[in-house]
């Protein structure tokens, strides 16, 4: 074991903590040692809402994960997300003044700078500057620069910015619980890192994350991210739909949408029945599945048309041959990928985690992608972070093109 890395994703329906040992380079093999995972509270729409609740939960994540691992968690990477996230791409341009000497790395970073300098609200912080690709004398297309003669580099670049108080929040409750952050990790980046092959980046493909409370959208084409939004609705409004529907508590609502829920209600006979808890009704009544199953599809198909509004007015829609990758919790949903595959008019497919090594029983599950993401994206960006260590300082550490400000 050369290093470990830890990954704390937050999200609106659980909080998991997971520690990976990681072998020496070029492999970097990753090995799941230590998993902890909680019900999330305080947490709404991917934003906090409650600090003591998130702290608590958070606290109870990392203790789970450090009696698995036998580590003491001191640093992880932390996955963002929630509606308030937007994107936009920004060009920058310098000059080479020795053309001869080639371009140094110090020249992209200048490049980047510009890219940077847009307006942006007060009230907002820039998360992540991605570089989508380079141009070198009017040559595009290039993908690393460095040593390349030139007299001229632009950049294009991916800028991911989010709400300041709810990123100072998210902050708070980390370092409340005693944790210190590697880096924020926007957290449909980290899903990428987990779901897609190479293959899929480099054609063109749509990611799509549905957690609880969140649809995570990120758009990568030529091998880069291109698109990125966070749409405020997810698996809990499925679950609400239910439970107003068929005036049942919203627990027993979330068990039949897992055991008995299905996205095409045409599939289900008529005569099939299941047993539910009313209100106001003593034992159990009897219900039409293909009735549950109608409740969600509704709401399914309305969250993939917003899905597919999105990918249209990014303006990428017909650069996307690979089609469509699904994960997040809701993508265990019986009949989702086909539905998916009807309204996008795409090539559809379910992603999760794949060649998993170590604790791996429960997290072999689109529900997970995030999460075993944050670790992969952790390895690649080549944070060394030991984590049986102590605390030391509030600072954060910025990998390669990761760009993180901490409010304040």
């Known amino acids: 074991m050369d290093r470990t890395v830890v990954a704390l994703d937050i999200g609106t329906t659980k909080i998991c903590t997971l520690v990976a040992e990681v072998g020496p380079p070029p492999e970097n093999a990753m090995r799941i040692v230590g998993v902890g995972v909680v019900p999330s509270k305080g947490i709404r729409k991917g934003v906090v809402v409650n600090v003591g609740e998130v702290t608590a939960a958070i606290t109870e994540s990392i203790q789970r994960a450090e009696r698995t691992s036998g580590y003491g968690i001191a640093s992880a990477y932390v996955g963002l997300a929630g509606a308030h996230i937007s994107s936009i791409n920004s060009r920058g341009v310098v000059a080479i003044s020795r053309g001869e000497r080639g371009i140094r790395p110090v020249d992209v970073e200048r490049a980047l700078e510009q890219a940077r300098a847009i307006d942006i609200p007060h009230n907002r912080e820039i ?60 957290e449909p980046l980290a899903s990428g890192e987990a779901a897609l092959t190479d293959i899929e980046r480099e054609m063109g493909v749509v990611l799509v994350d549905i957690g609880g409370g969140t649809t995570d959208i990120a758009i990568f084409i030529e091998g880069s991210i291109w698109h990125t939004v966070v749409l405020p609705t997810g698996g809990e409004q499925v679950t609400n739909d239910i439970a107003v529907g068929l005036r049942t508590p919203f627990s027993t609502a979330e068990e039949l949408k897992i055991k008995y829920g299905h996205a095409l209600s045409h599939t289900i006979m008529p005569e099939e029945t299941v047993r539910v808890n009313m209100f106001g009704e003593d034992g159990q009544q009897g219900i039409s599945r293909q009735f549950l199953s109608e409740i969600i599809e509704a709401r399914a198909e309305e969250i993939l048309e917003m899905v597919l509004k999105e990918i249209k007015r990014s303006g990428y829609d017909g650069l996307l041959p690979a089609g469509l990758v699904l994960c997040g919790g809701v993508a265990d949903l019986a009949g989702l990928r086909d539905l998916a595959r009807d309204i996008m008019g795409l090539p559809a497919r379910i992603g999760q985690p794949q060649n998993l090594r170590g604790l791996v029983d429960s997290l072999q599950s689109p529900a997970f992608t995030t999460s075993v993401g944050l670790l992969e994206w952790g390895i690649k960006h080549d944070l060394p972070q030991q984590v049986n260590h102590q605390p030391s300082g509030s600072s954060l550490k910025i990998p390669g093109w990761l760009k993180v400000f901490l409010p304040g």
């Open 127 to 186: 998360l992540h500057i991605i570089p989508r690709g380079f141009t070198v004398d009017g040559d595009d297309g290039v993908r690393d620069p460095l040593g390349m003669q030139a007299y001229r580099l632009e950049v294009e670049a991916h800028i991911v910015t989010g709400s300041t108080s709810s990123i100072r929040n998210l902050i708070k409750c980390v370092q409340n619980a005693g944790i210190q952050i590697d880096a924020l990790v926007l």
